[in-house]
């Protein structure tokens, strides 16, 4: 297993800030450098890793028969892998991920899902606790976690569909729209990975069908299908 590898076009030296920043990958480090005078249409170029964006520092260099490169539009930037070795979730996972639930993606490969909220239990993110009144205990949900627990707070809605019952998608005007669902799941899965859209688009993680399931599972929509299967199975055998 090994990540993505990136490259700049133009370039002689390691990308500064600047050069990061111009290529929309503002904020990012980069972890292992090498310039190649026989990019894609001959020109120099200096290809590089970033830093969470790997889990085995792969190759570096150029190989036009061993590689698969997508151009960022507007910029230098390419981003690719080595046939060989195409990214798996383990390269953009991060330390302080979030258990959930394996949705495969478009990949092939299961990715965990954060689960914000459980069945029967409601809010599970990480919690601060304070004591602000003397033997008056608070737990509020730490700070990086917010937008997470309101997303859960919104998908609450999906549940009656899970169960046969019309789902009044006006009222989700949150996901109302393939755009907004598609950038819902992306606000999702970078709570446990460091991906970009565009790095999420090529490597075509995300369908109409698994969309689906990744925002089931903020809201442990799984487990409660796990459950109503069962019932109806019960339901089953005593008629």
């Given at each position: 297993?090994?990540?993505?590898l990136?490259?700049i076009k133009?370039?002689?030296n390691?990308?500064?800030?600047?050069?990061?920043?111009?290529?929309?990958l503002e904020?990012?480090?980069?972890?292992?450098?090498?310039?190649?005078?026989?990019?894609?249409?001959?020109?120099c170029?200096?290809?590089f890793?970033?830093k969470?964006?790997?889990?085995?520092?792969?190759a570096?260099?150029?190989?036009?028969?061993?590689q698969?490169?997508?151009?960022?539009p507007n910029?230098?930037?390419?981003?690719?892998?080595n046939?060989?070795?195409k990214?798996?979730?383990?390269?953009?996972?991060k330390?302080?991920?979030?258990?959930?639930?394996k949705?495969m993606?478009?990949?092939?490969?299961?990715?965990?899902?954060?689960?914000?909220?459980?069945?029967?239990?409601?809010?599970?993110l990480?919690k601060?606790m304070?004591m602000?009144?003397d033997?008056?205990?608070?737990?509020?949900?730490?700070?990086?976690?917010?937008?997470?627990?309101?997303?859960g707070?919104?998908?609450?809605?999906?549940?009656?569909?899970?169960?046969?019952?019309?789902?009044?998608?006006?009222?989700?005007?949150?996901?109302?729209t393939d755009?907004?669902?598609?950038?819902l799941c992306?606000?999702?899965i970078?709570?446990?990975?460091?991906?970009?859209?565009?790095?999420?688009?090529?490597?075509?993680l995300?369908?109409?069908?698994?969309?689906?399931?990744?925002?089931?599972?903020?809201?442990?929509?799984?487990?409660?299908?796990?459950?109503?299967?069962e019932m109806?199975?019960?339901?089953?055998?005593?008629?």
């Amino acid at each position: 297993m090994s990540g993505l590898l990136y490259c700049i076009k133009g370039l002689k030296n390691k990308p500064s800030p600047e050069d990061l920043k111009a290529c929309g990958l503002e904020g990012e480090s980069v972890s292992t450098h090498r310039p190649t005078e026989i990019f894609i249409d001959g020109g120099c170029a200096v290809v590089f890793t970033l830093k969470g964006k790997f889990d085995k520092e792969p190759a570096l260099g150029f190989w036009n028969d061993k590689q698969e490169w997508v151009h960022k539009p507007n910029t230098n930037l390419y981003v690719g892998w080595n046939i060989d070795d195409k990214p798996k979730p383990e390269a953009f996972l991060k330390k302080d991920y979030l258990e959930g639930h394996k949705v495969m993606l478009g990949d092939e490969n299961e990715w965990t899902i954060p689960i914000a909220r459980k069945f029967q239990v409601g809010c599970i993110l990480p919690k601060t606790m304070m004591m602000i009144r003397d033997g008056e205990l608070e737990e509020v949900v730490v700070s990086k976690y917010i937008k997470l627990q309101k997303i859960g707070d919104g998908l609450k809605n999906l549940l009656p569909a899970m169960f046969g019952k019309e789902l009044e998608i006006e009222k989700l005007e949150f996901m109302d729209t393939d755009l907004k669902t598609f950038n819902l799941c992306v606000d999702i899965i970078n709570f446990n990975y460091s991906l970009s859209i565009f790095e999420i688009s090529i490597l075509r993680l995300f369908d109409s069908i698994n969309t689906v399931e990744i925002l089931k599972a903020v809201v442990d929509g799984q487990s409660i299908e796990n459950l109503y299967n069962e019932m109806l199975k019960k339901k089953e055998l005593t008629v």
